[in-house]
């Protein structure tokens, strides 16, 4: 059974940084593009930031950029997404995808609070 499993959520003050992780399981990882998304209330799903399978190439949405930082560890079957200088329109569920040839699969999410 293939799943992702996001965890690492949590209340962080403006300013602060905290780090998601999401583990794959049941996947042959090193062929997976690794991505996050988040939804905030009321808003549609957002893409955040994208990661090829050897880690060599990077993508992130203009709003993240410079503030998070996407990476991987194949050997473990993870990926995480560190977030520095986090802003109240960050608050969201941050969603972990997996992209295995053309088809997405998705974790349950993890709530990110951005609040003094």
């Known amino acids: 059974v293939q799943s992702l499993v996001e965890s690492g959520g949590g209340l962080v003050q403006p300013g602060g940084s905290l780090t998601l992780s999401c583990t794959a399981s049941?996947?042959?990882?090193?062929?997976?593009?690794m991505s996050w998304y988040r939804q905030a209330p009321g808003k549609e799903r957002e893409f955040v930031a994208g990661?090829?399978?050897?880690?060599?190439?990077?993508r992130y949405a203009d709003s993240v950029e410079g503030r998070f930082h996407i990476s991987r560890d194949n050997a473990k079957e993870m990926v995480y997404l560190q977030m520095n200088s986090l802003k109240a329109d960050d608050t969201a569920v941050y969603y972990c995808?997996?992209?295995?040839?053309?088809?997405?699969?998705w974790g349950q999410g993890t709530q990110v609070t951005v609040s003094s």
């Open positions: 995808k997996a992209t295995q040839n053309d088809v997405p699969f």
């Open positions: 049941g996947f042959t990882f090193y062929y997976l593009y």
């Open positions: 990661i090829i399978n050897d880690g060599t190439y990077t």
